[in-house]
């Protein structure tokens, strides 16, 4: 918690504000189901469910809920390097 709200990935945690959406063509993007949305004034949450089972939330601009009803295929992506791992052996 004290990296405030992350999404918990197996390889480590992701802010919301580091995943793009992107368009559904994009090379190399993961496809993700839209399940529900919030809005927060100029900016708004997302969250999207993997083909694999993962549920995330991706922060967005205020009028992504409109683009991106509750049911639509979206599509994410993320620098590797916005994942952040703890323990192990570094």
Do not use: C, K, Q, Y
């Not at 945690?13 to 959406?21: F, K």
């Not at 991106?68 to 791992?85: D, K, L, N, Y």
Request: glycine fraction near 12%; avoid cysteine; charge should be negative.
């Amino acid at each position: 918690g004290f990296v405030g709200r992350a999404n918990r990935l197996p390889a480590g945690i992701l802010r919301p504000e580091a995943i793009s959406l992107v368009a559904v063509a994009t090379p190399g993007a993961m496809p993700a189901v839209v399940e529900s949305t919030a809005f927060h004034g100029a900016t708004s949450e997302l969250a999207v469910r993997t083909p694999d089972g993962l549920l995330l939330v991706v922060a967005a601009d205020g009028h992504a809920p409109l683009r991106h009803p509750i049911g639509s295929t979206v599509a994410i992506t993320w620098p590797p390097e916005a994942v952040v791992t703890f323990g192990g052996n570094t």
